[in-house]
């Protein structure tokens, strides 16, 4: 799996948007860029992947460059409880019956600020 | 969205016993995974459980410190043996349910 850097920490304003960086300049062509996020004491939460185009759901919306050599992931409108750490991970897709153990790196612990 | 349960969410033992944490998934997994989470650090991968067969473990965990069962399709159990202040950690379970990996929300584990 390709390696993800990503800022150690960010401040938010709350309601602003949080933008979080993650950079995976190896990354293959077959493989996703995933975002999981841990609120302090509980167990990692999905929020978003795509592999090359544009996605949005009702967490975040996820901005790929389209070398795909990095990525954004964006809070519309940040809460207090979206104070976490972030992580950024590449790997390729699940196959049934193959998949595979995702590789977290140290993430971005994001603020959100009142 | 799936829930993934493990218990004990929090235990404290003695040095040079046994923990064991149980992981139960509302929906059949194909394959379950056991990662540590040390304080103020990210998570790393013990093993992979697969039902039916011995888990894989990760460069740097063994069998016999931690054994791993996969009886079924919903369960998995990790024993964490012989237990050292070092093993004080966050031990959560996830496994991949409709293509996304669900994790549970950790059994905290504190050695004396």
């Known amino acids: 799996d390709a390696k993800t850097t990503q800022p150690p920490s960010m401040d938010c304003a709350e309601g602003r948007a949080a933008n979080l960086p993650c950079n995976h300049s190896t990354i293959s062509g077959n493989e996703y860029v995933y975002w999981y996020r841990q609120i302090h004491s509980q167990g990692p939460q999905y929020i978003i992947h795509g592999l090359k185009n544009n996605e949005t759901n009702e967490m975040a919306s996820l901005i790929i460059t389209e070398d795909r050599k990095s990525s954004t992931l964006i809070l519309p409108h940040a809460t207090l409880r979206d104070t976490a750490v972030y992580y950024c991970i590449v790997r390729v897709a699940t196959i049934i019956g193959s998949a595979r153990q995702l590789t977290f790196g140290s993430g971005t612990q994001l603020t959100v600020l009142p | 969205s799936a829930v993934i349960s493990q218990k004990p969410s929090r235990d404290i033992c003695q040095r040079g016993t046994s923990l064991t944490i149980q992981c139960q998934v509302d929906s059949q997994v194909t394959m379950m995974f056991w990662y540590r989470q040390q304080p103020g650090q990210s998570l790393t991968l013990i093993a992979t459980?697969?039902?039916?067969?011995?888990?894989?473990?990760e460069s740097g965990f063994v069998i016999d410190k931690f054994p791993i069962s996969r009886p079924n399709l919903t369960f998995s159990t990790l024993t964490v043996s012989n237990l050292s202040p070092e093993d004080s950690s966050i031990y959560l379970c996830s496994g991949y349910i409709t293509g996304e990996l669900f994790f549970g929300e950790g059994s905290r584990l504190t050695v004396l």
């Open positions: 459980a697969n039902q039916g067969s011995e888990a894989t473990y």
